[in-house]
């Protein structure tokens, strides 16, 4: 028997579906996900979404055929995130499985640019290199984070602002 597994990670462009046995283990997700992305499967970490550390690989999977959880695959356990806004770089280490909204979160508060509380809210992430790329708030962030430094870039950006007009 088999049960579904949604997943996201190094080199996908959306949350992927993958099939692992009912009695299986981050290691069945690994195996998986590697065939996807067309890496070696030992060189895999599992992460369970926003995670700061991968699962250990004979773990029993928590959430399968739960599209709320989705787990992240990627080859690094930290990526290294900078973050560009007016004058200024910010740079940190986040998990891979960490949401783009958790990101943006840290960029337009205290310890990030310190924006103003009634701009925040209409800021955005946009990749460096790939401004007209859409970045959805729930992706996770090992998605944009490949080569072997496994880093990302971003603009902080003020997103359109809707006028009211019809």
């Known amino acids: ?4 597994v949604f997943i996201d990670g190094q080199h996908l462009k959306e949350i992927q579906v993958v099939a692992v046995p009912a009695d299986g283990n981050a290691r069945s997700i690994a195996q998986e996900a590697a065939k996807l992305i067309g890496v070696d499967a030992e060189s895999l ?48 280490f986040f ?10 979160d840290w960029a337009v508060g205290p310890e990030g640019f310190n924006v103003d509380v009634s701009v925040a809210p209409e800021m955005e992430l946009a990749l460096t290199d790939k401004p007209e790329e ?33």
């Open 45 to 92: 970490l599992v992460f369970k979404e926003d995670a700061e550390e991968p699962l250990n690989l004979d773990s029993k999977l928590e959430g399968a055929d739960d599209p709320g959880m989705t787990h992240h695959v990627h080859q690094a356990e930290k990526v290294s995130v900078k973050i560009y806004y007016l004058n200024g770089v910010k740079q940190r």
């Open 95 to 104: 998990s891979p499985a960490t949401r783009i909204q958790v990101v943006l």
């Open 1 to 4: 028997m088999k049960q579904n």
């Open 134 to 166: 859409e970045i959805p708030r729930s992706a996770h962030l090992g998605r944009y984070a490949g080569g072997k430094e496994h880093e990302v870039e971003f603009d902080l950006v003020r997103g359109i602002i809707p006028n009211g007009a019809v």
